[in-house]
């Protein structure tokens, strides 16, 4: 079994039956739909619910973080259920987002609701530009609000940051998940590939984001969780272990981290 971490395949519309078909036919027998707004999250719980294998999770994206006070009520009432595996995407966006107080006052208010409800957090975290400066300002921020919150477990949606965010990540007891752009080439994919290298092996999975961020070699103009071995294989190359073992750890941890079954410990 393979999980995909992340995944908004409610943006298939009538599709995604068809496209999560594919998906357990390549081997990826589980996912967590992820809504990022009211509307997105009747959608993506609509979906999780009618597809086997799939779960739901549920948030409001920093993008919209100006929109808190209108959604976040109905967007906690579908989280409280026992249906939503975790909370999130919430997180910081430089690059689109509002004001960073407007989306750190989202951020910390869903941190403790999830805190409340025992139950992990999915972060976006996007900096105002690809350098290296970008990626730890917007990442100082969160580890700042996250040090406040430390009776919460993350998962670092689609991972961007370097080896330094990767130690400081899991030495907070966070997850992070590596997504297509650890296919990328050049900076982007030297930089992702060493944080996975250097990643412990319990703190890793990975993820498809689909239908966005398609890997390279993707067959499709649109991302699917079928599509999530390129990473895999990207994510082996980086750690020198064999697919099988990749997919069986990054499985395991997710399962762990989501609280989706019995822990299982990783191969090394």
Not at 74 to 93: H, S
Not at 100 to 107: F, I, Y
Not at 212 to 221: A, M, T
Request: with cysteine.
């Amino acid at each position: 079994m393979i999980i995909d971490t992340h995944c908004h395949i409610q943006d298939f519309g009538n599709r995604v039956g068809e496209v999560w078909a594919r998906s357990v036919t390549s081997g990826v027998t589980c996912g967590i739909v992820v809504g990022t707004s009211r509307k997105d999250c009747v959608a993506a719980r609509q979906v999780a619910r009618s597809l086997v294998g799939l779960h739901f999770a549920g948030g409001l994206h920093p993008v919209d973080a100006a929109r808190f006070r209108d959604e976040w009520a109905d967007i906690a009432a579908m989280c409280v259920t026992e249906e939503c595996v975790a909370v999130g995407e919430t997180g910081l966006d430089f690059f689109k987002g509002p004001d960073v107080a407007t989306q750190v006052n989202s951020l910390e208010a869903q941190l403790e609701f999830a805190a409340k409800l025992g139950k992990p957090v999915i972060l976006h975290v996007r900096g105002s530009g690809r350098n290296v400066a970008s990626i730890r300002k917007v990442h100082e921020t969160l580890f700042s609000v996250l040090r406040q919150h430390r009776g919460v477990t993350c998962v670092f949606h689609c991972f961007s940051g370097t080896v330094a965010e990767a130690r400081l990540a899991v030495d907070m007891g966070h997850y992070l998940s590596f997504a297509g752009t650890l296919t990328f080439g050049e900076i982007t994919g030297r930089m992702l590939s060493e944080a996975a290298a250097f990643a412990p092996p319990d703190r890793i999975m990975v993820e498809t984001d689909a239908p966005y961020l398609r890997p390279v070699g993707c067959p499709s103009k649109r991302n699917e969780p079928a599509f999530i071995r390129l990473t895999l294989t990207s994510l082996a190359t980086a750690r020198g272990w064999t697919l099988d073992q990749t997919a069986f750890n990054t499985t395991a941890n997710a399962m762990r981290a989501l609280r989706l079954t019995a822990e299982a410990e990783p191969s090394t």
